[in-house]
């Protein structure tokens, strides 16, 4: 009954952090392997520190052991967010309570092997509040770090970075370590304590969703409403019309006519492969995942090999001049890779 105790808060935890994320990219499948490497995380930090322990002061090993869990709990996260496998911002915190829900599985099974028996009260209350504080810490690292990956992009694009985002990366990142390290060298009463942890986290998860959400809205709502109006302007003949067609106007005497011609393809292929991508997303999150037709599949995957065709025609110049106008973000590649995956299947 105690391992019972010990490991129902956490599944708890994580099924309802994976339950709001109703726009998410994730599969239950990757959220256990998350889990999983969580528990390998716990692992490698239990031999760490038993090697540790022989020479670091207990004093120094409250505030010094609770980063290192950190980090190496971020070792995975940080392979995700690099390879752009999580794509929005609530996705990084659903991954970083997944890890720190394994590693709190773990930990709280190692209390109960390795440690005095406790009550039965006791060991619910304790894993309310271990799995709270690496749930959230690990969250919140996800989140800090793929922060700094779109930093980090922005940056490489030359696009503008403000100064309040530098501010919120190094915020994030410095945070679930002093949480952490504060949580285990401060000890007071427990109810207390965890009502403290609750509130934070329960606030962080709160922020996140409602942040994440302004975000999701404005990638399908405003992206799509500028890419709709480019669309119709190139088909219309009126490239001008809009801002980013006055754009590709202004290069146009850059180019010889038929690079420019392809330029001007690559841009409309790029918009409506986005588009119907987005509109399939858009339905299955309204609950209407109807099937494409062969027509549709067929014309998709045309349009997709036409593309891929023209990128590689055009020169270094030709896509470094467009590159503000075809932007592929995280959750454009994703939603084009399903799409492309729903043509391909049978």
Not at 21 to 46: E, P, T
Not at 107 to 123: R, S
Not at 150 to 171: G, H, N, P, Y
Not at 308 to 317: A, F, G, R, T
């Amino acid at each position: 009954m105690s391992f019972v105790a010990a490991l129902l808060p956490v599944l708890v935890y994580i099924f309802v952090v994976f339950e709001l994320d109703s726009f998410s990219f994730l599969s239950v499948k990757k959220l256990l392997l998350l889990v999983g490497s969580g528990m390998l995380a716990a692992l490698i930090c239990f031999g760490l520190f038993w090697v540790l322990d022989a020479y670091v002061p207990e004093k120094v090993s409250d505030f010094l052991y609770p980063v290192l869990e950190e980090l190496v709990k971020l070792f995975p996260l940080a392979i995700l967010a690099r390879k752009k496998r999580i794509v929005f911002f609530i996705d990084s915190v659903v991954c970083g309570a997944a890890v720190g829900g394994g590693f709190a599985i773990l930990e709280n099974i190692f209390y109960l092997v390795l440690g005095e028996p406790l009550a039965l009260g006791t060991v619910l209350f304790r894993s309310l509040e271990v799995s709270l504080i690496h749930m959230g810490c690990t969250a919140l690292m996800a989140a800090a770090f793929m922060f700094v990956v779109r930093l980090e992009e922005r940056f490489r694009s030359k696009l503008s970075v403000k100064k309040a985002d530098v501010v919120m990366a190094v915020t994030l990142l410095v945070a679930p370590p002093v949480i952490h390290a504060l949580h285990n060298s401060l000890h007071f009463n427990p109810v207390i304590q965890f009502a403290v942890v609750f509130a934070v986290m329960a606030g962080l998860l709160i922020w996140t969703y409602q942040y994440d959400g302004d975000m999701i809205h404005r990638w399908l709502d405003r992206g799509l409403d500028k890419q709709v109006s480019l669309l119709q302007s190139i088909k219309e003949g009126h490239l001008g019309d809009t801002k980013t067609g006055e754009y590709l106007m202004s290069v146009k005497e850059t180019f010889p006519p038929e690079v420019f011609f392809d330029i001007i393809c690559y841009v409309q292929l790029n918009i409506e492969l986005s588009v119907a991508a987005k509109s399939r997303f858009m339905m299955r999150e309204a609950g209407l995942d109807l099937p494409l037709e062969p027509e549709q599949k067929e014309t998709y995957l045309a349009q997709y090999k036409e593309f891929m065709i023209l990128e590689k025609q055009l020169d270094n110049v030709a896509r470094m001049t467009i590159a503000p106008v075809v932007k592929f973000y995280p959750a454009d590649r994703k939603a084009l890779q399903d799409l492309l995956a729903e043509c391909k299947a049978s």
